[in-house]
């Protein structure tokens, strides 16, 4: 294994432990747990390491958070705002529309996403739940992790942090 993918492999295990130390840190909205944690975690995987790992991560830390019952099942859905964001970086290199991607995977799709899981897997009675359900706490779960990832973000761009990470 080169030195690269050894550091890239390392910076997604802290991310990941980052995810799922933070999901200690979750608003109960409706029938969800919302972690801004988790999308900061997403906005920072997709800027340093790419869409594909941003996924393992949030792979990682959704599994990691059910397992110690620290989340639902509901949680592998940020893995679409991962994608999305890790896809928006990749290709712009704009972090607000990363940000902007976030909002949309894991808040707007993520959310309807949400739906089917609640029902089928989670066992809720379709009756009592909506499509749209899950798309207003995840939003504000979103939107709350996108503020945290704009002043970590921005506070990195100005100390050329970030510029040094991606040079080594």
Not at 60 to 88: D, E, H, Q, V, Y
Not at 95 to 117: D, H, N
């Amino acid at each position: 294994m080169n030195q690269n993918k050894t550091k890239k492999l390392a910076m997604a295990g802290v991310l990941c432990a980052v995810a799922v130390a933070g999901s200690y840190i979750s608003i109960p909205v409706f029938g969800s747990k919302c972690a801004p944690v988790q999308h900061m975690v997403n906005i920072l995987s997709a800027i340093l390491l790419g869409p594909w790992y941003g996924v393992g991560i949030a792979f990682s830390a959704s599994l990691i958070r059910n397992l110690l019952s620290l989340g639902t099942p509901l949680a592998f859905t940020s893995m679409i705002g991962a994608l999305l964001s890790g896809f928006a970086y990749y290709k712009t290199k704009n972090t607000w529309l990363v940000y902007l991607a976030e909002i949309i995977g894991s808040g707007v799709l993520g959310g309807l996403c949400a739906y089917p899981i609640a029902i089928f897997i989670m066992g809720k009675d379709a009756s009592n739940i909506a499509f749209y359900t899950y798309v207003i706490p995840f939003l504000i779960s979103v939107v709350g992790g996108a503020v945290l990832s704009v002043i970590l973000v921005e506070a990195l761009i100005k100390a050329n942090v970030l510029k040094l990470q991606k040079e080594s």
